[in-house]
Each structure stands twice: as structure tokens, then as C-alpha cells.
């Protein structure tokens, strides 16, 4: 791997996300996830345009990194079934663990408060 897995999960968080270059998404996954990773991406963005990442930490070992995430923004598109309410959330904690092969990432889990975005937004769960 020539490049360190935690500057391509930072570029993924800081250049895909928050900065909406989806065509960076055939560069930073490996083919099996990258059309699913961009849909991801394309659908929270157009929910939430205004995202903003903020990286916590990142810790790397072997192949794996694991990254804990602050997540903000306004809800100005459709999300979990809900039409945009306007309202913004901040600080809602995440937490990846990515998985690279060759340099890109092949796997990616995570969790997120999703009670806490929620509540923020002012909807209830589906």
C-alpha cells in the first residue's frame, strides 16, 4: 500500500463528504463498493448538502482504520423517509471501521447516533 490508510479515509471524509467529489469515489473504493459508496454518498448529500465531518480520530493497524466522526448539517432534502424539515443537527457522533485492499477501500461498517440526528431534526423514527 502506497499510501497511508488514514490520509485516504481523511480524503474520503473531507473530499467525498463534506466536499461533495463524488468522481473521487472510483479512486478511493475498490469496484465492488464503489457504486454503492457513491449512491450512499449522492443520497445523504442531497438530504444534507451542508454536511460537515469533523474527524475525531483516526487509528490505524494493518489494513484496517477506524475513525470516530462529528456529523452536521441542515436537512434540505428527503431523509429516512421524512421530507426536509429545515432544521440543522450538530456534533451527532459516528463510528467507521474501513477496510483497505490495495490502497482503496474495500469495506466499510459503521454506526451512528441516529436517535440524537433525529431528535435534532424533529422527526421520529420509521
Given at each position: 500500500m502506497s499510501e497511508d490508510p488514514k490520509r485516504i479515509v481523511g480524503r474520503v471524509v473531507d473530499e467525498v463528504i463534506a466536499g461533495g467529489d463524488l468522481?473521487?469515489?472510483d479512486e478511493l473504493f475498490t469496484d465492488g463498493l464503489a457504486q454503492r459508496a457513491r449512491r450512499w454518498f449522492a443520497t445523504f448529500r442531497a438530504s444534507f448538502?451542508?454536511?460537515?465531518?469533523?474527524?475525531?480520530?483516526l487509528v490505524a493497524e494493518g489494513d484496517t482504520v477506524v475513525g470516530r466522526f462529528r456529523c452536521s448539517g441542515?436537512?434540505?432534502?428527503?431523509?429516512?423517509?421524512?421530507?426536509?424539515?429545515?432544521?440543522r443537527f450538530?456534533?451527532?457522533?459516528?463510528?467507521?471501521?474501513?477496510?483497505?485492499?490495495?490502497?482503496?477501500?474495500?469495506?466499510?461498517?459503521?454506526?451512528?447516533?441516529?436517535?440524537?440526528?433525529?431528535?435534532?431534526?424533529?422527526?421520529?423514527?420509521?
Open positions: 468522481s473521487l469515489v448538502e451542508d454536511v460537515r465531518m469533523e474527524t475525531v480520530q441542515t436537512h434540505q432534502g428527503p431523509w429516512d423517509g421524512h421530507p426536509p424539515t429545515g432544521r450538530e456534533g451527532v457522533d459516528e463510528i467507521y471501521f474501513f477496510r483497505l485492499e490495495g490502497g482503496r477501500i474495500a469495506e466499510m461498517w459503521g454506526l451512528e447516533d441516529l436517535d440524537s440526528r433525529r431528535r435534532q431534526l424533529g422527526i421520529t423514527s420509521t
